[in-house]
Nanobody
Framework: QVQLVESGGDLVQPGGSLRLSCAAS????????VAWYRQAPGKQRSLVAV???????NYADSVKGRFSISRDNAKNTMYLQMNSLKPEDTAVYYC??????????????WGQGTQVTVSS
């Protein structure tokens, strides 16, 4: 059974940094596109950053220049480095990944979420 587990969420002051991790475990042959989403209280879940299997990246305008998405395929782990954090970055952050168990079939999995709170 495939699982995605996020970690790294915390309370941080404005201007601070955090690195979120998303570790995939189980019977995995490969990982395709990975994305980080976030959901603030009372708001819909929104896309933050995407990294493809070929490591092409894309970001929401609100985080461009501050956040960086990366992946370590050997460890089946994906990361979101968040710098210059603002109070409006406060949200639950979720990892979503295309998991390849038996090629060519890809299935989408979500992690349980990790809370990021930016406050003084």
């Amino acid at each position: 059974q495939v699982q995605l587990v996020e970690s790294g969420g915390d309370l941080v002051q404005p201007g601070g940094s955090l690195r979120l991790s998303c570790a995939a475990s189980g019977s995995i042959s490969g990982i395709g596109t990975v994305a980080w989403y976030r959901q603030a209280p009372g708001k819909q879940r929104s896309l933050v950053a995407v990294i493809t299997e070929g490591s092409s990246t894309n970001y929401a305008d609100s985080v461009k220049g501050r956040f960086s998405i990366s992946r370590d395929n050997a460890k089946n782990t994906m990361y979101l480095q968040m710098n210059s954090l603002k109070p409006e970055d406060t949200a639950v952050y979720y990892c979503n990944a295309e998991i390849i168990v038996n090629r060519p079939i890809r299935s989408s999995y979500w992690g349980q979420g990790t809370q990021v709170t930016v406050s003084s």
